[in-house]
T-cell receptor, first 112, second 111 residues
């Protein structure tokens, strides 16, 4: 176990709805990254937060947004859900002195 | 887009055999990491090799890096059924903190 927890584990939404996914980072980690993993693919970087500020963003539209809180937990928000947003969403935490990521178990989002 | 490409896409071996997975990438890198994923859940970090290193070992894992060929290999020796998982390589580039993952190799170790 990595100490990174994500909620919920599974979620079913319909097109056009909004969703919020949550992540608690490992103790001592102030950096959180979010990844989207479609079936049969590798994870794709969405964005990263460091000390409550966005610190890098991948090729995702603005309807993907995030927050990091003072306790370094994080949220991923997706507006106007599309069918292609169906995927496993992974949160990973890290510390500035260590390049390896510690992943949570993910949230499986299905958009119908 | 995904920079790393693992080869083969799928690999099936018997317990006790060695498993070798390869990763190729297209740009210069800071480091290359290997991760393991069981049943589509969270990824677990296995090993990190920096661009100025050529080989690293960790238990039954051996990773090599050839920056001139832009490729890396992961060798798992004396495989076990519990090694059944998908294995991903991921690179970091330039000043970016993001990891760029390949599509992975699905390893099946038959008892």
């Amino acid at each position: 176990e990595t100490g990174v927890t994500q909620s919920p584990t599974h979620l079913i939404k319909t097109r056009g709805q909004q969703v919020t996914l949550r992540c608690s980072s490992q103790s001592g980690h102030n950096t959180v990254s979010w990844y989207q993993q479609a079936l049969g693919q590798g994870p794709q970087f969405i964005f990263q937060y460091y000390r409550e500020e966005e610190n890098g963003r991948g090729n995702f539209p603005p309807r993907f947004s995030g927050l990091q809180f003072p306790n370094y937990s994080s949220e991923l928000n997706v507006n106007a859900l599309e069918l292609d947003d169906s995927a496993l969403y992974l949160c990973a935490s890290s510390s500035p002195t260590n390049e390896k990521l510690f992943f949570g178990s993910g949230t499986q989002l299905s958009v119908l | 887009s995904q920079q790393g490409e693992e080869d083969p896409q799928a690999l099936s071996i018997q317990e006790g055999e060695n498993a070798t997975m390869n990763c190729s990438y297209k740009t210069s890198i800071n480091n290359l990491q290997w991760y393991r994923q069981n049943s589509g859940r969270g990824l677990v970090h296995l090993i990190l090799i920096r661009s100025n290193e050529r080989e690293k070992h960790s238990g039954r894992l051996r990773v090599t890096l050839d920056t001139s060929k832009k490729s890396s290999s992961l060798l798992i020796t004396a495989s076990r059924a519990a090694d059944t998982a998908s294995y991903f390589c991921a690179i970091t580039q330039g000043g970016s903190e993001k990891l760029v993952f390949g599509k992975g190799t699905k390893l099946t170790v038959n008892p």
